[in-house]
């Protein structure tokens, strides 16, 4: 509970100072959402990008709410008020949520390590990574990212279906954190949250840029402003250090551009020794093994060899990533190697199953760019002894100029091709297949199955134990959406009962009907540990 007038601007708390009224009113919660006004809360009317929250603040009234904070509406007074409940004008509302909802939980990003992690691709893979390597190296650590949040190894509240939830949620829950007595946050920071200024009042310590590829041009519109978007975190004034890849052009520019302002490590997979001004991470070499790979380390806190049981060169960058935050913390290098090779495959991220008892092994990614796709599929072929399967769409709703990259990437770099439906939203899923295969040499060759379930089925039927299956695009999420309904829907689960379905049907010429059941399914429990 807070007094409202703590919460204000300073700058209305003087406009305001007259309003005796208001000294006496006191806030229970917060909410951006009408419908979730509970008495006593205040309710933040905000134009958004589907809404306007003014729209609502009669039903916001009705439900209870102790005051309103309003976008500010042309021509009208600082205050005005509806009965005993103030209507307080705010100009810029949403740049000034996060700072307000920071007030209300009593800033609790001040008392947590807060690692900030942005970039198009490789965000979820190295907070988890991040988070477990700190738990492992007695930090307790939470997430809070595109699986969820919560502390990790804990199961997460996947209630948002936001990479950065709002900026009252951000709060609410850094505030759990603390009272949980969690000591380091991984958060995923994506584009818009930091356009949208979700995340202002996060006090984050240490920034880390992965890369930055084609992504959300339905929001953005340009290349430019989405990397001024990701450029945003790195110019927050609570930032200590920063962490950027300079493999990518832009983060080897802004590891220039920052190394003035505060610690910078970059890391490479690169000799190249351009940037020898710089603190790096380096992989002198790497050597990729059927389920994993080693590589020779160089850093500014000795050399080593690590192995490591990840998936393509990609994942080689997040573990580099890792490394550098981790040195960045001042921990010893001989612990930070036997914390990275403990790792294992992140839910949805290059995630193996099968591959065992003359089963196909399937790759569950969340790729859903022309660049991770392709490197998904580039990953998968140094693995891979047979045909690469893929079986991909593209999401509805979203950025159209993808999809024919997405078929011609597919086409050229997998040996079966099987399009099928993501999350298409409101769009029709032929005009989505249609699409994709307009970058496609030969169209014909490619199967198109929309129903995803039917195609991983199909996918898992057909292949050799030799072939590998990636399946691309929904990676963690547990949900398909149709409409504006999110459907139940576990790509993890669909593979287990494929290969279940296959181990069955080929001991049933072996063994008799409930005997073969029984063998398949003891040796999926048992692979389930590989995953």
């Known amino acids: 509970m807070k007094a409202l007038i703590l919460l204000l601007p300073k700058i209305l708390q003087s406009l305001l100072s007259c309003e005796g009224a208001l000294i006496s009113i006191t806030i229970q919660g917060l909410s951006?959402?009408?419908?979730?006004?509970?008495?006593?809360?205040?309710?933040?009317?905000?134009?958004?990008?589907?809404?306007?929250?003014?729209?609502?603040?009669?039903?916001?009234?009705?439900?209870?709410?102790?005051?309103?904070?309003?976008?500010?509406?042309?021509?009208?007074?600082?205050?005005?008020?509806?009965?005993?409940?103030?209507?307080i004008n705010v100009d810029h509302l949403n740049e000034k949520v996060s700072e307000m909802a920071s007030i209300f939980y009593d800033y609790p990003s001040q008392k947590l390590l807060m690692i900030g992690l942005t970039g198009t691709k490789g965000k979820t893979s190295c907070s988890h990574l991040l988070a477990n390597a700190l738990m492992k190296l007695g930090q307790k650590s939470a997430v809070i990212g595109t699986m969820g949040s919560g502390i990790y190894g804990e199961p997460y509240d996947t209630s948002c279906h936001q990479t950065t939830p709002d900026p009252i949620f951000v709060q609410a829950l850094l505030h759990r954190f603390v009272e949980e007595q969690v000591q380091a946050v991984t958060m995923e920071a994506s584009s818009h949250a930091l356009h949208q200024h979700r995340?202002?009042?996060?006090?984050?310590?240490?920034?880390?840029?992965?890369?930055?590829?084609?992504?959300?041009?339905?929001?953005?519109?340009?290349?430019?402003?989405?990397?001024?978007?990701?450029?945003?975190?790195?110019?927050?004034?609570?930032?200590?250090?920063?962490?950027?890849?300079?493999?990518?052009?832009?983060?080897?520019?802004?590891?220039?551009?920052?190394?003035?302002?505060y610690p910078v490590c970059g890391y490479t997979l690169s000799v190249d020794r351009r940037f020898d001004e710089l603190s790096i991470v380096?992989?002198?070499?790497?050597?990729?093994?059927?389920?994993?790979?080693?590589?020779?380390?160089?850093?500014?806190?000795?050399e080593a060899t690590v192995t490591c049981a990840l998936l393509g060169?990609?994942?080689?960058?997040?573990?580099?990533?890792?490394?550098?935050?981790?040195?960045?913390?001042?921990?010893?290098?001989?612990?930070?190697?036997e914390?990275?090779?403990?790792?294992?495959?992140?839910?949805?991220?290059?995630?193996?199953?099968?591959?065992?008892?003359?089963?196909?092994?399937?790759?569950?990614?969340?790729?859903?760019?022309?660049?991770?796709?392709?490197?998904?599929?580039?990953?998968?072929?140094?693995?891979?002894?047979?045909?690469?399967?893929?079986?991909?769409?593209?999401?509805?709703?979203?950025?159209?100029?993808?999809r024919p990259m997405m078929g011609h990437i597919a086409e050229m770099l997998a040996d079966q091709v099987i399009i099928?439906?993501?999350?298409?939203?409101?769009?029709?899923?032929?005009?989505?297949?249609q699409d994709i295969l307009a970058g496609c040499a030969h169209p014909e060759k490619i199967r198109v199955e929309h129903d995803r379930r039917l195609a991983i089925q199909q996918a898992i039927e057909q292949a050799s134990s030799e072939d590998v299956i990636l399946l691309a695009g929904k990676g963690h999420e547990n949900y398909q959406i149709i409409g504006d309904q999110y459907l139940p829907f576990s790509e993890l689960e669909i593979v287990r009962q494929g290969l279940r379905a296959r181990r069955i049907k080929e001991m049933r010429s072996i063994f008799p009907p409930s005997d073969a059941q029984g063998c398949a399914a003891g040796e999926m429990r048992q692979d389930d540990g590989l995953e």
């Open 32 to 87: 951006l959402d009408s419908r979730a006004i509970k008495k006593g809360d205040l309710f933040f009317a905000c134009v958004g990008t589907q809404q306007d929250g003014r729209d609502h603040i009669d039903q916001a009234i009705e439900r209870g709410a102790s005051a309103i904070l309003r976008e500010t509406q042309t021509d009208e007074p600082p205050i005005v008020w509806r009965g005993n409940v103030p209507i």
């Open 199 to 261: 995340v202002k009042a996060v006090d984050f310590k240490i920034g880390v840029f992965t890369n930055l590829t084609r992504d959300h041009f339905d929001y953005h519109e340009t290349a430019e402003n989405y990397a001024a978007a990701k450029h945003l975190l790195f110019e927050m004034p609570s930032l200590e250090a920063g962490v950027f890849n300079l493999d990518d052009p832009i983060g080897a520019i802004w590891a220039r551009e920052f190394q003035s302002h």
């Open 282 to 302: 380096r992989a002198r070499s790497v050597e990729f093994h059927p389920r994993g790979f080693t590589l020779d380390l160089e850093t500014p806190w000795g």
């Open 313 to 337: 060169a990609f994942n080689v960058s997040n573990v580099l990533a890792v490394i550098a935050v981790l040195g960045l913390m001042h921990y010893k290098l001989s612990a930070i190697v």
């Open 339 to 402: 914390t990275v090779e403990q790792f294992s495959t992140v839910p949805g991220r290059m995630q193996l199953v099968g591959g065992k008892n003359n089963q196909p092994l399937v790759v569950i990614d969340f790729a859903h760019t022309p660049d991770a796709l392709e490197k998904a599929l580039q990953a998968i072929r140094i693995h891979c002894r047979g045909k690469l399967i893929c079986v991909f769409g593209c999401g509805g709703n979203r950025d159209r100029g993808k």
């Open 420 to 433: 099928t439906n993501d999350n298409v939203r409101f769009e029709d899923p032929a005009v989505i297949v």
